[in-house]
Each structure stands twice: as C-alpha cells, then as structure tokens.
C-alpha cells in the first residue's frame, strides 16, 4: 500500500533553511491527489504548511508563504519542502500527506519527523 | 486565519456518547463542506476519521460520526472504548486553496 517517508536533518541552525523531502512508495505521485506538508510544535497542535501537486501547482499557508517553497520529482516520485530564516518557533515534527484536493482529507501521513532549530 | 475554536478537552465513560465540537467562521467550516476530523495518539502521526463533514474513510468505525451546522462541526463517538482516548483535530477548507486546523481535544475515557 502506499506509504509516505519524511527524510532530512534533525537540527538547522537559527536563519538557516530547512529541508526535508518525502518519499512516496507503493505509488506513483504522479495522481489527482495533492500532497501536502504538516507541522506540529512540541506540545502543540497541527499547523498546514503548504500543498503540491505533480503538475507543478502548489498552495501555501498565507503565514509561512514568504519562507516555504515546495517542489515535486516525480521521476523520484518525491516531494520536497524549504523553509527559510527558520527560527526557534519552526521547531516542530513535520509531517508529509497525501490529500484528495488541497485541504480536503489527508487520508495517508508520514510517520513524520522532528526537526529543532538551536545554534 | 485563525485556528478553528475546539474545547480542549471531552471526556466520557466507555459504553457513552461524547461530541466534540469545532467552531469556525462562515469563510470556512460555514462556508464548505470540507471539514475534516483526525485522531492522533501521542507520538504519532494523525489518522484521518472524518472528511467532507460525514463520510467515514474505510476501516474507521461507524461508531465515528461527523456532522455540521452552521459554523459549527461536530464529531460524536458513540459507544466509547478504552481505544478512543486520544487527541482529536478538526480542519476545514477555508477558501483560496488554504485551510485550517482547529487547536485540539484531547478525549478522555473514564
């Protein structure tokens, strides 16, 4: 069935860029679904970060838009998030998930993974 | 956008009916029929119980159930069990390709 992986440094540097990719297995990315990015602050509740889909087209939280971008390698059948300038306030699990249309239903996540941000 | 308004904690006794509520505004959960309700046990990842207000993804029980009114949704857990304690997110689509969560209720079982 399909599965998604979360991969990427555990710790970033305050003002430095967070990357991670996801990995999609079992599947092909290249579908009507979107696939979306999720973070969740320690203690905190979830926070949408953004939305892609195979074709190109992608959709950002209005509040992280000026730091996020998100691409798609559908020849790696992987999908990929940056977010600059990161500060103390970025640290969080990030979760990858496939969505029927953006904001939908995610109905596959990642086991997620946990990215802190300290010098 | 703010985050959707869900009371911060629910609590019932197994064999009961509790109902969780989440609140938004007519720019989102009153206004698209695109909410969504996910269970998430500690460390890790949510799972997705509700989508499109009531329709239950295969393998969730029918004991979840979804329902909205106004700028209001509710998802209601008939016959608890132990299983169910959890934390529980709403989200809606709210427009312009964006969305939004709600902050989360944790579910206790007596």
């Known amino acids: 069935q399909l599965q998604l992986q979360e991969s990427g440094p555990g710790l970033v540097k305050p003002w430095e860029t967070l990357s991670l990719t996801c990995t999609v297995s079992g599947g092909s990315i290249a579908t009507s679904y979107y696939w979306g990015w999720i973070r969740q602050p320690p203690g905190k509740g979830l926070e949408w970060i953004g939305s892609?889909?195979?074709?190109?087209?992608?959709y950002h939280s209005p509040t992280l838009k000026s730091r996020v971008t998100i691409s798609v390698d559908t020849s790696k059948n992987q999908f990929s998030l940056k977010l600059n300038s990161v500060t103390a306030a970025d640290t969080a699990v990030y979760y990858c998930?496939?969505?029927?249309?953006?904001?939908?239903?995610?109905?596959?996540w990642g086991q997620g993974t946990m990215v802190t941000v300290s010098p | 956008q703010s985050a959707l308004t869900q009371p911060p904690s629910a609590s019932g006794s197994p064999g009961q009916s509790v109902t969780i509520s989440c609140t938004g505004t007519s720019s989102d959960v009153g206004g698209y029929n695109y909410v969504s309700w996910y269970q998430q046990y500690p460390g890790k990842a949510p799972k997705l119980m509700i989508y499109e207000v009531s329709k239950r993804p295969s393998g969730v029980p029918d004991r979840f159930s979804g329902s909205k009114s106004g700028n209001t949704a509710s998802l209601t857990v008939s016959g608890l069990q132990a299983e169910d304690e959890a934390n529980y997110y709403c989200s809606s689509y709210a427009g312009s390709n964006t969305g939004v969560f709600g902050g989360g209720t944790k579910l206790t079982v007596l």
């Open positions: 892609i889909h195979y074709s190109g087209s992608t």
């Open positions: 998930g496939r969505d029927i249309l953006v904001f939908d239903a995610l109905d596959i």
